[in-house]
C-alpha cells in the first residue's frame, strides 16, 4: 500500500473538527442501472487541519441524471506519511500540503474503465510550539579552542516533538563561545557561556562554563594496520597536558583522508565516520586524523577488498504461473521429508504443499482451499506440528486464521480457523511458535492463541500499540518484534519475563521510530561473530514517485492480471523502493540505528538472517545474500559485502521474464526463495576454489 486508505459506503456522513458537526445531508436516492454514478462530491471540498486534528469527510454520488445516490461504495485515499484515514475520518499526523483521492468501488457503477474520482486538497500546519529545550548532545567539557555541539527539542503543549525545526542560533557571550548555524559551539576564552536556540519565536537557553585548554600531545589510540571493507575499526584518542596526566572528556574531532589505488578516477564517497568509528567503502589507504583544540593526530589504514562474492547455483524450481506466489516455509515433515508450504495472492483461497526433498526435482503434493481471495502468508512451528494460513478477502468478510494439522505433512488438513476477538478482518501475517500464534487483526493489533491442542485454539491475549498500523511481527526469546509503518520497530515481552510480559499479559518494552514511514517487515538476529543483537527492519514502498526511475506501472490494479499474449494487456511490474534499516538491540532500553543495505531503485521485502548472512528478498532487485559478519555500520551495499545475487526471470511467469523476490530462506544447506511471478526456487552457494597449494 502506498498510502493510507479507507473503504467505505457512501453516504450523509457529517463533518466534524473537535466538536462542531455540520448539518445533516438530504435524503438520498437509489442509482439504477440505466442511471449510474457519474460524480463524487466531497464535502468539505478542502481540507485545513493541524497535526492531531481528526475530520470526517462526507461523499456523495451524483449519478447521470443529477440524482444522490447512497449504494456505491468509495475509497478514500491519502498518503500514509500525513494522514491517516480509517472509515472516512482523516487524522493529520505530517504538515504539508498533500490530496485526498475518494474513488468510486466498481461495481453498479459506470462501465469499466470509467474512473469516477474527486480530489481533496489537504493543508496541515503544525501545533505552535510551546516549549524549547536545548541540551548538549555528549558529556564532553567545552574548552577553549574546542568544539561540541547542542541538539534542541522542541515541543507542542501536548508534549510531543516538533520534527524538523528550523532552529536560529544565537551565543549571549560571544567573548567567550560562538555557535553556527548548526548548533556546534566553539569555546572563545574560559568563563560562563550562553546559548540561545528559537522555533518558532520560542526560545531556549543553555548555560555552561567554558575552560582553558591545557593538553599539550595527542594521541591515536587502537585501530589495526589492515582491514577490509566493511570492517569496522575503533579508534581512540588520548589528550594529555605537560606533566603527563591523562585529560578527561576533551572533545575530539575526527576527520579522514583517502588515497585510491593507481588507476582508480573519481571514487565515490570511500568511508564513514561516527567519532572514533570508522568504516571503508573503498580499497586504499586511509588515514584517519584527530583535532582537539590545537593538537592534531593522525593514523594510516590499508584497506583491501572484502572478496566475499560466490556463485548462487539454481537446482530447481517449482513454477507457478496461474497465482502470484507469496509467502512460504520450508520445514521437515514427521515423515522425514523436506516439504514447503506457500500461499498466493488471487488464488480463490488456495495455498500449496510442495515436496522438497530433493530441491532439483520440487512438485506439488497437494493444495489447500480456503474462503479466501488470497493467501498471503504460510509458516510452520518450529516441531513442524502445524501450520498457520492466513486469509484476506473471504466472502462473508470472516477472515482469520486458519491453523493446518501436518500429521501428514503431504497432505495437510484443517485443524482450525479463528475468526473472533478482532480477527475477522483481513490477516496478512502471523508468526507460530511451538504453543501460540501471534495473528494480525486487521492491521492493527495482534491476537495471541495458545495452540497446545491446535483443534482447540484457545484466545489468551493480545498487544495494540497506541496510533499505529501492524503490518509484521516475529517472535525471538520471548520478545515480540513488530513493523508498524510510520511508527518503526516495536518491542514487547511476551514470555521473556524480564519486564514482567506473558502471553497472557504482553508488556511494552521499547520502540524504535523510522524515518520512512513504510516499515514492513522484521528480523531480530544474534550476530554469530560479534554476539551483538541487532534487528533487521525492512521498508516496503511501493512506488518509485518523485526518483528520476519511477518504472512502468500505471496505478497499483495494473499488474495484479497475468500477461494475456492475445490482447497484450496487463503483466505491467511493480515499481518500489526501500531498504534495510539495521539496528543495535543490544540494549533493549537504548537501541541505536548502526547500518543499512540500500540497493538504488528497488524496494525490500520479507528478511531472514543467519550464519551471518542477510538473506533478503529485494523485489525487483532479486534474491540477495549479504555478508553481515562482524560489527556493521554504514551501507553494506557500498562496501563489497554481496555475496550473490539472482533475478528470476521466467519467460513463462505469471508476469514474464519480471523478477519480483518476495521470500527467501536458508535450509540443510540449500536456498529456498518466492519469487511473485514465477514461484518457488531452491539453490545454493558454490563453494570457492582455492588454488592447490
Do not use: C
Not at 504461473?321 to 521429508?337: A, K, P, S
Request: glycine share 10%; proline share 8%; aromatic share 8%.
Amino acid at each position: 500500500m502506498s498510502g493510507s486508505t479507507s473503504l467505505f459506503r457512501l453516504g450523509p456522513l457529517a463533518l466534524t473538527v473537535a466538536a462542531a458537526t455540520a448539518p445533516a445531508a438530504p435524503p438520498l436516492s437509489a442509482q439504477t442501472d440505466d442511471d449510474p454514478v457519474v460524480k463524487l462530491v466531497a464535502e468539505p471540498a478542502e481540507l485545513t487541519m493541524r497535526v492531531g486534528d481528526e475530520v470526517e469527510v462526507r461523499v456523495t454520488g451524483v449519478t447521470r441524471s443529477g440524482a444522490q445516490v447512497d449504494s456505491p461504495s468509495v475509497r478514500l485515499v491519502g498518503p500514509r506519511s500525513a494522514v491517516r484515514v480509517r472509515q472516512g475520518v482523516v487524522t493529520a499526523l505530517a504538515a504539508g500540503e498533500y490530496a485526498l483521492i475518494a474513488t468510486l468501488v466498481q461495481g453498479g457503477g459506470p462501465p469499466a474503465g470509467e474512473t469516477v474520482m474527486v480530489r481533496v486538497p489537504v493543508r496541515i500546519d503544525w501545533p505552535p510550539v510551546a516549549r524549547v529545550v536545548v541540551t548538549p548532545l555528549t558529556d564532553h567539557r567545552l574548552m577553549v579552542g574546542t568544539t561540541i555541539r547542542l541538539g534542541v527539542r522542541a515541543e507542542h503543549e501536548d508534549g510531543s516533538e516538533r520534527p524538523g525545526p528550523e532552529i536560529e542560533w544565537l551565543s549571549m557571550s560571544p567573548d567567550l563561545a560562538t555557535v553556527d548555524r548548526f548548533g556546534r559551539v566553539t569555546g572563545v576564552a574560559p568563563g560562563r557561556a550562553a546559548i540561545r536556540a528559537t522555533v518558532d519565536g520560542v526560545a531556549g537557553t543553555e548555560h555552561f562554563d567554558v575552560s582553558a585548554f591545557t593538553g599539550t600531545t595527542l594521541t591515536i589510540t587502537g585501530g589495526v594496520a589492515r582491514a577490509r571493507t566493511g570492517d569496522v575499526i575503533d579508534f581512540g584518542a588520548e589528550v594529555r597536558d605537560q606533566s603527563g596526566r591523562l585529560l578527561s572528556r576533551v572533545p575530539v574531532e575526527w576527520s579522514h583522508a583517502y588515497e585510491a589505488p593507481p588507476g582508480t578516477i573519481a571514487p565515490p564517497a570511500p568511508a564513514q565516520m561516527r567519532g572514533g568509528r570508522f568504516v571503508a567503502d573503498l580499497p586504499g589507504l586511509h588515514t584517519v586524523v584527530a583535532h582537539a583544540g590545537p593538537l592534531a593526530a593522525r593514523t594510516t589504514v590499508e584497506v583491501v577488498p572484502r572478496d566475499v562474492v560466490q556463485q548462487l547455483e539454481i537446482h530447481g524450481h517449482g513454477r507457478e504461473q496461474r497465482v502470484r506466489t507469496t509467502d512460504f516455509w520450508v520445514f521437515e515433515g514427521v515423515d522425514g521429508r523436506d516439504y514447503a508450504v506457500t500461499g498466493a495472492k488471487r488464488s480463490d483461497g488456495y495455498g500449496f504443499v510442495w515436496d522438497v526433498t530433493d530441491p532439483a526435482n520440487i512438485f506439488k503434493t497437494d493444495s489447500i482451499q480456503v474462503d479466501a481471495r488470497s493467501v498471503n502468508d504460510m509458516k510452520v512451528s518450529p516441531d513442524g506440528r502445524y501450520a498457520t494460513m492466513t486469509r484476506e478477502g473471504a466472502s462473508d468478510r470472516r477472515n482469520g486464521v486458519v491453523i493446518l494439522d501436518l500429521a501428514d505433512p503431504a497432505h495437510p488438513v484443517i485443524a482450525a480457523e479463528v475468526t473472533d476477538h478482532g480477527l475477522t478482518g483481513g490477516v496478512h501475517n502471523a508468526f507460530p511458535t511451538n504453543d501460540h500464534v501471534f495473528a494480525l487483526a486487521g492491521g492493527d493489533k495482534y491476537v495471541i492463541l495458545d495452540v497446545s491442542d491446535i483443534y482447540s485454539p484457545r484466545y489468551v491475549g493480545e498487544y495494540n500499540h497506541p496510533d499505529s498500523r501492524l503490518h509484521d511481527v516475529w517472535v525471538m526469546d520471548g520478545l515480540a518484534y513488530s513493523a508498524e509503518w510510520e511508527n518503526g520497530l516495536v518491542v514487547v515481552d511476551v514470555g521473556n519475563g524480564r519486564w514482567g510480559g506473558s502471553p497472557e499479559n504482553p508488556v511494552f518494552v521499547s520502540s524504535y521510530p523510522l524515518p520512512t514511514g513504510g516499515t514492513h517487515a522484521v528480523f531480530p538476529y544474534i550476530s554469530e561473530s560479534t554476539g551483538k543483537h541487532y534487528v533487521f527492519v525492512g521498508d516496503e514502498i511501493m512506488s518509485r514517485r518523485g526518483l528520476a526511475w519511477e518504472g512502468p506501472g500505471r496505478g497499483r490494479g495494473s499488474y495484479q492480471l497475468p500477461y494475456d499474449p492475445e490482447t497484450g494487456m496487463h503483466g505491467i511490474p511493480l515499481a518500489t523502493q526501500g531498504y534495510i534499516q539495521i539496528i543495535d538491540f543490544s540494549d533493549p532500553e537504548a537501541p541505536e540505528m548502526v547500518a543499512r543495505y540500500e540497493v538504488p531503485e528497488y524496494g525490500t521485502h520479507n528478511i531472514w538472517v543467519e550464519d551471518d548472512i542477510l538473506y533478503q528478498a529485494y523485489y525487483e532487485g532479486g534474491v540477495r545474500l549479504v555478508d553481515v559478519s562482524g560489527e556493521l555500520m554504514g551501507n553494506l551495499y557500498t562496501q563489497g559485502r554481496e555475496i550473490a545475487v539472482f533475478k528470476a526471470f521466467d519467460p513463462a511467469g505469471y508476469v514474464p521474464n519480471s523478477p519480483m523476490a518476495w521470500s527467501v530462506m536458508p535450509f540443510k544447506g540449500r536456498i529456498f526463495f518466492s519469487d511473485t511471478n514465477s514461484g518457488l526456487w531452491s539453490a545454493r552457494l558454490v563453494p570457492r576454489s582455492r588454488p592447490i597449494s
